[in-house]
């Protein structure tokens, strides 16, 4: 009974849903205060609801019940138990779940942490997270129900895709989930500020947030799902431009340009109507990657593979959403006036210019990621658009926007002086200059592209720093002022400069393992030895291993560092009965400095077997980057500013008659 307890409790959440996407509107708009005050006893009801629904199912796959059909389709008994826990959302049904799960959760949310909104805004705000609850619910209930039943259930199930039974695809759909739905609040945000047709610093205030919540979790997705398929599929490299990938990829721009859009409207109360419609666009681009994952128009290892029944409802509840919140936009974002004016040159204009970079390189993306879609659909025609396209198109938008990085924060408000900010950046002008240098030393071949990503790397890096030590009148004063001041600096300015040393840190990090990267495929036997950049692999054979729920070839390799053995590495060929499937699991050895990896492929102790053996500087900062920024956004996310309300304009009282 587990299963039809879970289904009911979907049923109910979906009525709840109704009233909550219904009843506040009207309440809000009507002045009933009676129905406006339902809509967070609603939220939080719901939230409660879906969170059962997802424990029958999770029970439902721990005690491997293979009578419901999601669960004999996707377990197997032989599976560790995390990778059953994982597979309630390995899989398009479960996965659904999890998505409706974590949005009843953000807007259980608002209900109890947005005691600082006004009501009516509140209301709005729920409401419109209520009506996303029923197209989601109504989706899962009448295409994608988990907890149909299989009569007479199987004696065993089909098991987990294996590419997934991998703690880093454990737990990276969470996290880009808590991403991709974390932006419908903003979302919400906006529609409601449309309905009242009013956007303030005070509502930049609450917006900025949840925003920066699920920039930080969209981040840390991700890096994850790049650094599984760094160690998991073993290719060697850790981005593909997949159309999965992207879908992620673009609302994390979008995101990234809201964020950055939102501090004007809370600072200078101006680029209202911009920010409202970033809001709805990246909402938009979250939806958009659900329908590209599950309508079955693309081909890739992160698709769910359905029926394109499921995907026509997306496709509609998509043009729903964006549609419908776009054509509001269109009525009344004309009201949305702008309070404060600045001059091009000004922390404002770099902001505005961060935003422009970012956005036109998120249509970039999306051209790449549709174009072969769009042209499928009308003409029959297969193309591909690769990385060569990608990245010729988005390396030239990221320069400027690097550059501009360190430069922003040192520009005054309204109207700033560049050659003062430059003045300011001269030790990262040096840096910058020490790192191009270093590069043509290093360099063979001079790589325009990678000169390019060092010196930025550089640039962005120390200036981030100067940004800093500014902010504390570093060597400007005596050291008890200096460490004063830092220990009062806002958390927010902090963040900011985390977040910035990040991405100077994925900058640096891509660039150098690109450039500097060394790679040997050969076929070796027992006691051959390959030299790869600095390091020698010894090849000692193979051997065969049996796992719990697969059997193996495994590899083993010395790894010796002038002659002496400093470690051993195993790398491995795995081939599991259920499903059958064959993975390749690298052995890798990472450092700050470098990573060594080892894949070793087919062949027998007569002939020898394939290796593919690499050395990497510095590719471990992709990932150490993206954490950077992620724990930026914490930091910022941690003042206290964020948990109170946005202060209120003083406004000059105008003469009484009797003055």
Not at 487 to 493: G, I, K, T, Y
Request: proline share 6%.
């Amino acid at each position: 009974m587990i299963a039809e307890y879970g289904h009911i409790a979907l049923i109910l959440a979906l009525c709840l849903a109704l009233v909550q996407g219904i009843l506040p509107l009207i309440g809000a708009a009507r002045g009933i205060d009676s129905w406006t005050a339902l809509a967070p006893q609603a939220a939080l009801g719901q939230a409660v609801l879906v969170a059962f629904a997802f424990g029958c199912l999770t029970y439902a796959y721990v005690t491997s019940d293979f009578s419901v059909l999601n669960v004999a389709e996707n377990s197997h008994t032989l599976k560790p138990m995390l990778y059953k826990i994982s597979g309630v959302w390995g899989n398009h049904e479960g996965s659904l779940l999890l998505w409706i799960l974590i949005l009843v959760i953000f807007g259980a949310a608002v209900a109890v942490f947005g005691g600082n909104l006004p009501a009516t805004l509140k209301a709005r705000v729920l409401a419109i997270q209520g009506l996303i609850g029923v197209g989601f619910l109504a989706f899962i209930l009448f295409t994608s129900n988990p907890f149909g039943r299989l009569l007479p259930p199987p004696l065993e199930g089909r098991g987990l895709n294996p590419l997934l039974q991998d703690p880093g695809l454990a737990f990276h759909p969470p996290f880009l989930y808590l991403g991709y739905v974390g932006f419908s609040v903003a979302f919400s945000f906006a529609v409601a500020a449309l309905i009242e047709g009013r956007v303030d610093p005070a509502w930049a205030r609450w917006v900025r947030p949840w925003t920066l919540a699920a920039w930080c979790f969209l981040t840390l997705g991700i890096a994850l799902g790049s650094w599984w398929a760094y160690y998991e599929l073993g290719w060697g490299g850790w981005w593909f431009w997949d159309p999965v990938e992207n879908a992620s990829f673009m609302p994390w721009l979008a995101g990234t340009a809201l964020l950055h859009s939102a501090i004007v409207v809370e600072k200078r109360d101006t680029l209202k109507s911009w920010t409202i419609l970033l809001a709805i666009l990246t909402f938009s681009l979250s939806l958009l990657g659900t329908f590209l994952v599950r309508s079955g128009v693309i081909n890739s290892v992160h698709a769910f593979a359905t029926d394109p029944t499921r995907g026509v409802f997306i496709l509609a509840f998509l043009g729903v959403v964006v549609g419908g919140s776009l054509a509001l936009y269109a009525l009344r974002a004309p009201a949305l006036q702008a309070v404060g004016v600045f001059a091009p040159i000004s922390r404002e204009g770099a902001l505005v210019l961060n935003n422009l970079l970012l956005a036109v390189a998120s249509a970039a993306v999306l051209l790449g990621t549709l174009y072969p879609v769009a042209l499928d659909a009308i003409s029959g025609a297969k193309v591909s658009v690769g990385p060569q396209y990608f990245n010729a198109v988005f390396m030239p938008l990221m320069a400027p926007l690097v550059a501009a990085i360190a430069v922003g924060p040192m520009l005054a408000w309204k109207r700033g002086d560049l050659a003062t900010a430059l003045q300011r950046l001269v030790p990262a002008a040096v840096a910058m200059l020490i790192a191009l240098g270093l590069g043509l030393w290093l360099m063979d071949a001079k790589n325009f592209y990678s000169l390019l990503g060092l010196g930025l790397g550089a640039w962005l890096g120390i200036g981030a720093l100067c940004e800093v030590a500014l902010r504390v009148k570093l060597f400007a004063g005596p050291l008890s002022e200096t460490l004063n001041r830092a220990r009062f600096l806002p958390r927010a300015a902090w963040g900011m400069t985390v977040a910035h040393l990040g991405v100077a840190m994925l900058v640096l990090g891509i660039t150098v393992s690109e450039t500097w990267q060394i790679e040997v495929q050969q076929v070796m036997k027992p006691g051959e030895v390959a030299k790869v950049g600095p390091v020698e692999y010894r090849f000692l054979g193979v051997q065969p291993i049996k796992g719990p729920n697969y059997t193996a070839q495994q590899g083993r390799f010395e790894v010796l560092e002038n002659g002496r053995v400093v470690r051993e590495m195993r790398p491995a060929q795995r081939r599991y009965q259920q499903p059958p499937m064959e993975t390749t699991e690298a052995a890798i050895r990472p450092s700050p400095v470098a990573d060594l990896y080892a894949v070793v492929g087919e062949g027998n102790a007569e002939t020898g077997w394939a290796v593919r053996l690499y050395w990497k500087p510095l590719v471990s900062w992709i990932w150490l980057g993206a954490l950077v920024m992620a724990f930026g956004g914490v930091l910022s996310l941690s003042d206290r500013r964020h948990r109170v309300g946005a202060p209120v304009r003083r406004r000059q009282a105008a003469p009484s008659a009797a003055e």
